[in-house]
């Protein structure tokens, strides 16, 4: 069982000095790797991986294709502020072949784990001589694993898999004791902009979890444009987390005075402290009919758009 720090109980110089010297000790004189995707966790983790090892902790940035639109390029921007080179990896076809005919959500987020970890960074390790994979699982991530909920694609030993068996490298885990509301003061600590600290979560397995159904590169494309257009309108507003999902049903619409059998996106928004429990935030209906045209006029093919109303639970986060 991981021990939780409470964020009442963090005393952010102290957690940072003790995972640093965690870091230094299980690498010794050698090399990391740590997986950046510009979320939360993984740049908190980048910036302790620095700290640690400076320029032996190498920092990669897999494109998987399912990420929101300029992300690689604003990430590389941000770290290169903060003096961090970021590599970005181009596994897009990887990652699409993978998930290529499969519906059900659980073998999506497995089929991604098993790209992530056993080509695109078994591939990086062998190539490399690195032997570590530093990465920001929290104990939120672990909690909805072992009970079943949803498997988190970056949690293994608590499943009872070997990563070092498994995929042939140590995984280190500096966040494990803590939920969002304490990495996020981590990162501040850290020196990171409030862009990275205080960004809305974004699952690993990105906007493949916003996807009903198969993914493809003309959904994702439909997905990352309605990502967009969300994240413009809801941002600065206080809530937790607020995102795009894209139905798989069609349903009939008209455009132009023709019938248009076209798609559906699900607006969500989320207010919630640790995401364990969530509720969907009270937007005003003004916004909601801003977010209703926007999507309409922005995203080719949409032709309704409706708001999450129920909470988590039963619902998740994230729609697979
Ligand atoms: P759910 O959808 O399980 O999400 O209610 C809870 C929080 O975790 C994020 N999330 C993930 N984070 N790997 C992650 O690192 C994942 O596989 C994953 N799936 C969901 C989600 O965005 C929410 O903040």
């Given at each position: 069982?991981?021990?939780?720090?409470?964020?009442?109980?963090?005393?952010?110089?102290?957690?940072?000095?003790?995972?640093?010297?965690?870091?230094?000790?299980?690498?010794?004189?050698?090399?990391a790797?740590?997986a950046?995707?510009?979320?939360?966790?993984?740049?908190?983790?980048?910036?302790?991986?620095?700290?640690?090892?400076?320029?032996?902790?190498?920092?990669?940035?897999?494109?998987?294709?399912?990420?929101?639109?300029?992300?690689?390029?604003?990430?590389?921007?941000?770290?290169?502020?903060?003096?961090?080179?970021?590599?970005?990896?181009?596994?897009?076809?990887?990652?699409?072949?993978?998930?290529?005919?499969?519906?059900?959500?659980?073998?999506?987020?497995?089929?991604?784990?098993q790209?992530?970890?056993?080509k695109?960074?078994?591939?990086?390790?062998?190539?490399?001589?690195?032997?570590?994979?530093?990465?920001?699982?929290?104990?939120?991530?672990?909690?909805?694993?072992?009970?079943?909920?949803k498997?988190?694609?970056?949690?293994?030993?608590?499943?009872?898999?070997?990563?070092?068996?498994?995929?042939?490298?140590?995984?280190?885990?500096?966040?494990?004791?803590?939920?969002?509301?304490?990495?996020?003061?981590?990162?501040?600590?850290?020196?990171?902009?409030?862009?990275?600290?205080?960004?809305?979560p974004?699952?690993?397995?990105?906007?493949?979890?916003?996807?009903?159904?198969?993914?493809?590169e003309?959904?994702?494309?439909?997905?990352?444009?309605?990502?967009?257009?969300?994240?413009?309108i809801?941002?600065?507003?206080?809530?937790?987390?607020?995102?795009?999902?894209?139905?798989?049903?069609?349903?009939?619409?008209?455009?132009?005075?023709?019938?248009?059998?076209?798609?559906?996106?699900?607006?969500?928004?989320?207010?919630?402290?640790?995401?364990?429990?969530?509720?969907?935030?009270?937007?005003?209906?003004?916004?909601?009919?801003?977010?209703?045209?926007?999507?309409v006029?922005?995203?080719?093919?949409?032709?309704?758009?409706?708001?999450?109303?129920?909470?988590?639970?039963?619902?998740?986060?994230?729609?697979?």
């Amino acid at each position: 069982m991981t021990s939780e720090i409470k964020l009442q109980d963090l005393v952010p110089e102290k957690f940072i000095g003790e995972k640093v010297n965690e870091i230094k000790s299980a690498v010794g004189d050698g090399i990391a790797i740590n997986a950046l995707s510009g979320g939360v966790d993984s740049s908190v983790v980048t910036m302790l991986g620095h700290r640690a090892l400076g320029n032996r902790l190498r920092s990669v940035f897999i494109q998987n294709g399912l990420m929101r639109d300029g992300e690689a390029e604003r990430v590389e921007c941000l770290f290169k502020e903060l003096g961090v080179k970021i590599e970005v990896i181009d596994a897009r076809k990887e990652f699409l072949d993978a998930l290529a005919g499969i519906t059900d959500p659980e073998k999506k987020r497995e089929a991604i784990t098993q790209t992530f970890y056993k080509k695109v960074f078994g591939r990086i390790v062998r190539e490399s001589d690195a032997h570590f994979l530093l990465q920001g699982t929290i104990l939120t991530d672990i909690d909805e694993t072992v009970a079943g909920i949803k498997r988190q694609h970056n949690v293994f030993a608590q499943l009872g898999i070997d990563p070092h068996k498994a995929f042939g490298y140590k995984i280190l885990e500096p966040l494990i004791q803590l939920r969002k509301d304490g990495v996020r003061s981590i990162g501040k600590a850290l020196g990171l902009p409030e862009e990275l600290f205080a960004r809305i979560p974004f699952p690993g397995p990105a906007l493949a979890a916003r996807i009903i159904g198969e993914v493809t590169e003309e959904k994702l494309s439909v997905v990352r444009k309605a990502t967009s257009v969300v994240e413009r309108i809801l941002a600065g507003r206080g809530a937790f987390q607020f995102m795009a999902i894209l139905h798989e049903d069609r349903v009939t619409g008209m455009r132009d005075g023709k019938r248009d059998f076209g798609r559906q996106i699900e607006v969500r928004c989320w207010d919630s402290v640790d995401a364990r429990t969530a509720t969907p935030t009270r937007l005003s209906f003004d916004i909601l009919e801003y977010l209703a045209s926007e999507l309409v006029e922005k995203v080719p093919g949409v032709v309704s758009v409706t708001y999450n109303i129920a909470t988590k639970p039963p619902s998740t986060i994230e729609a697979v």
